[in-house]
């Protein structure tokens, strides 16, 4: 397995990290966030991994819940940032964690997968978890077949650096052939501003303006479930798959 660091995913996210906490209303939603942490029902004992936990805005939501908390992260311009909200940052990419087996008692990754080799990194974030420990996906998702062409390429231009898509369905699979028990899969819906999340910092107006042309041109199957706005501003309800497993 190699260990090289993806110098695409560096790269688009050094160029990204001064405006990352800004650039989408679902970064630092604290809806979101209570959300994951209700998922994962930390005890005051357990160790929690934070996978690609970029400016810390997941691990905040765990400060003062766990005993400690431990972040893992490829972009030192993103992770310098979630200083105040982990006790250790390790440099790391998610499919080769630098951590024995059984060190931790939860594990949670959001918007991280879509940028690995999925299910390498899955596997790795069930081989660190201790038996009876928990493992939590969080990522958009298509709200399915209907949706999903269009969505994706929605994704794809927003950024280069993404190498999967998901449905819900593909956030349970990642989990179960992990060897994760007890999977289940809760929706959340996050109200975005198009131009807001578009303007990342590391993206083409050229890439922006396809991203509008999507919505202005979408399909009636995809306006049914994005109910999208689309006037002077473009506003879409994007989902968001909590996927969550346990070690067995």
Not at 35 to 43: I, N, Y
Not at 143 to 162: H, P, Q, S, T, V
Not at 196 to 203: K, Q
């Amino acid at each position: 397995m190699s260990t090289t660091l993806n110098p695409l995913v560096l790269d688009h996210f050094t160029a990204r990290a001064a405006r990352y906490n800004i650039s989408s209303h679902w970064v630092d939603d604290p809806e979101l966030g209570a959300l994951t942490a209700a998922t994962l029902a930390p005890k005051a004992t357990d160790v929690l991994l934070d996978v690609a936990c970029g400016t810390g805005m997941v691990s905040k939501h765990f400060v003062g819940k766990v005993a400690r908390i431990v972040g893992a992260d490829i972009t030192a311009a993103m992770f310098e940032q979630a200083r105040p909200f982990v006790n250790e940052l390790v440099v790391a990419p998610g499919e080769q964690l630098p951590f024995a087996d059984a060190s931790f008692d939860l594990v949670v990754c959001r918007q991280g997968i879509q940028f690995m080799r999925d299910d390498e990194a899955v596997k790795e974030m069930l081989r660190v978890l201790r038996p009876g420990g928990r493992a939590c996906l969080v990522h958009l998702c298509a709200y399915g077949e209907e949706d999903k062409a269009e969505y994706f390429e929605i994704l794809r231009l927003r950024n280069e650096a993404r190498r999967n898509f998901y449905v819900r369905e593909d956030l349970s699979r990642l989990l179960t052939n992990a060897g994760a028990v007890n999977v289940r899969v809760t929706d959340h819906i996050s109200v975005e501003d198009v131009d807001v999340w578009s303007n990342t910092g590391a993206i083409t107006e050229a890439d922006r303006e396809g991203i509008r042309a999507v919505y202005r041109n979408a399909s009636p199957a995809f306006q049914k479930f994005h109910a999208a706005r689309v006037g002077d501003r473009i506003v879409d309800n994007m989902l968001f798959g909590i996927a969550i497993g346990q070690k067995a």
